[in-house]
């Protein structure tokens, strides 16, 4: 399925939730290995609805790396151990239990399923070597440059008529969340805040890993994490300047271009000849 599809929905649900409790467990007041426990579960349960959750588990594992040699703390180093690196490698193959169940000749085995069924899904994303129309690459995404169609039809009897689904981020946030991803930045390195350093962490790591993914066929719905993170950057300086009127319109102006955008991501029938008023760029064709 494709990021955004149930399977890349449900990871991000798993990825919220692992990434709330990492944040608690990362606080140098915290001594109770709860958090980070709850934070492995949940990560083991993304990783299993998607191996693009292998990105924030390793680069969550990281921080917690540099906390216990900043603490040297032995039981922090042992957390790690057990609580990052077994316990969510449990939790991911437990999700393959019910394969057992199902009945196949032969019948499947624990063995095949902590093996065999893993290389399967390695070599699976390896065969997409194709390619195809809507095909890009990350730098296009952070832009909005190259959304990707999944329907287009003409209809009527002179085709006068056209429906369409795009997968088309809104322009507030995608490009609302760069402008506060820079100040995020500046509050990170200057003055050492740590909420926005882990937001500015978490966008580069999901936005520009795919510089070392060996993937040849990309799409844009693989930018839904990082664009996950460009709503907390927008949320972070609403927060931070208090003024509820800019609140207000920064939801205004998300809910009118979703509606602005809705006849193009919902397949509504709209006359041929007014198409590229949705279309402001002859990349998105």
Partial sequence: LRMMGPSGVSMMAFLAWSLAYFVRALDK?????????RAGAAMGFAVACKWF?????AMCGGLFFLQALRLRSRDRFIDLVLYWLIFPALVYYATFIPYLFVKHEPPYTLWELLTSFQE???DGQKRVVNSHPYMSQFWDWIWMRRPIWYAFDKEGAQQENVRGVVLLG???IMWGGLIAMLGIAVEAFR???LRAFLILYFYVGFAFCWVVIPRKVAFYYYYYPAGMILGLAITYWLLKTKREWLTYLTIGGIAGFFFYFFPILAAQEIPANSFMRWMWFPSWI
């Fill in 170 to 172: 809104n322009p507030v």
């Fill in 120 to 122: 399967r899904m390695l």
């Fill in 53 to 57: 959750a292998l990105v924030p588990w």
């Fill in 29 to 37: 007041f915290t001594t109770e290995p709860r958090f980070i426990q």
């Fill in 191 to 193: 003055k050492q805040s």
